[in-house]
């Protein structure tokens, strides 16, 4: 089952560009999560939303229910954004506490 | 400093030796989860918890097993280990199920052989 699906699956920029990541998911949702994960292994926690748009620093991540879709967008990208970012959605019908993640889109950002 | 905890974070293991994988938070959240992360396959929910006492499967429960006896603890256990529960393990934890933001553990990477 693919209920959330990322694209692209691989993306290289240069420094200084402007970055789309993409989300959509088939699912009523009660909230969306944007996760990072850099190599090494951690993951951290970027923006949960339920609605609108959220901006922390260079990032902005933006979500449209009507049209389950979700952005993701790095302005002025560095080499230290280069990380696996996640996408996740709570599941409004689902098991309560399920979350439904996506594959991840690897981002490489060179200098 | 807000935290999630696993332990160990690294283990290797052989097939069929119980083994516990412990998580705690020092946040007071309620909400806890463990997940596994598999190359293709992303993460992957193994079980939940919304409280103490209650807890619940998720999309890959088989071969785990869970306990929530205190709000700050939720160990992952395998009672019998295989090779195909080899997996870098994550443990998370949010203020509640619905809106809460995700903390993460550091992982925990286990080979079974």
């Known amino acids: 089952k693919n209920e959330v699906e990322q694209s692209p699956q691989n993306l290289t920029a240069q420094e200084g560009e402007f970055i789309t990541i993409n989300c959509s998911y088939s699912?009523?949702?009660?909230?969306l999560h944007w996760l990072q994960q850099h190599p090494g292994g951690g993951i951290v926690s970027l923006f949960m939303?339920?609605?609108g748009k959220k901006k922390h620093g260079r990032l902005i991540a933006t979500i449209n229910i009507q049209e389950k879709h979700s952005s993701l967008h790095i302005t002025a990208s560095h080499p230290r954004d280069s990380a696996v970012y996640i996408c996740?959605?709570?599941?409004?019908?689902?098991?309560?506490?399920?979350?439904?993640f996506g594959k991840g889109t690897k981002l490489s950002v060179k200098p | 400093e807000a935290q999630v905890t696993q332990n160990p974070r690294y283990l290797i293991t052989v097939t069929g030796k119980k083994l516990t994988v412990t998580c705690s938070q020092n946040?007071?959240?309620?909400?806890m989860s463990w997940y596994r992360q598999d190359p293709g396959l992303g993460l992957r929910q193994i079980y939940y918890?919304?409280?103490?006492?209650?807890?619940d499967k998720g999309d890959v429960p088989e071969g785990y097993k869970v306990s929530r006896k205190e709000k700050r603890n939720f160990p992952l256990i395998l009672e019998s280990p295989s090779p195909n529960q080899t997996s870098l393990y994550f443990c998370?934890?949010?203020?509640?199920?619905?809106?809460?933001?995700?903390?993460f553990g550091e992982g925990s990477r286990l080979t079974v052989l």
């Open positions: 939303l339920s609605s």
């Open positions: 998370a934890s949010s203020y509640d199920r619905d809106t809460g933001e995700l903390f």
């Open positions: 996740a959605v709570k599941d409004y019908g689902g098991s309560q506490g399920n979350l439904i």
């Open positions: 699912v009523g949702i009660s909230a």
């Open positions: 918890s919304m409280n103490v006492e209650v807890t």
């Open positions: 946040m007071n959240h309620e909400y």
